[in-house]
């Protein structure tokens, strides 16, 4: 059983910074590859950011130039750092494990956060 914790989140001003962090307590099998997803009321979830043990690091073109993942595998933690903020960044972001990258870069890795939202105001 994986658990995962989200914070990190708030509310801030176009332009700003944020960093989340998804800390991930139970069998590091299954934390092998953690990533960050975001989602807003009535819109699919879309995956922002993703890292693996090895060092594989996954981003979609909407956020590629904003956003880093770096993954501590020692705490078995997931940080997100985002620059540049824009209100379209607001939504609930959720932190997912799966030992199969392909699982959760799809969306369907078998463990989940809470999630943490976050609010960028123009």
């Known amino acids: 059983q994986v658990q995962l914790v989200e914070s990190g989140g708030g509310s801030v001003q176009a332009g700003a910074s944020l960093k989340l962090s998804c800390a991930a307590s139970?069998?590091?099998?299954?934390?092998?590859?953690m990533g960050w997803f975001r989602q807003v009321p009535g819109k699919e979830r879309e995956v922002v950011a993703m890292?693996?043990?090895?060092?594989?690091?996954r981003y979609p073109d909407s956020v590629k130039d904003r956003f880093i993942a770096s993954k501590d595998n020692a705490k078995n933690t997931l940080w997100l750092q985002m620059a540049s903020l824009k209100p379209e960044d607001t939504a609930m972001y959720f932190c997912?494990?799966?030992?199969?990258?392909?699982?959760?870069?799809?969306?369907?890795?078998?463990?989940w956060g809470q999630g943490t939202q976050v609010t960028v105001s123009s």
């Open positions: 139970g069998n590091t099998y299954s934390t092998y590859c």
């Open positions: 890292g693996c043990s090895d060092g594989t690091k």
């Open positions: 997912a494990a799966d030992h199969n990258l392909v699982a959760l870069w799809l969306g369907q890795a078998e463990n």
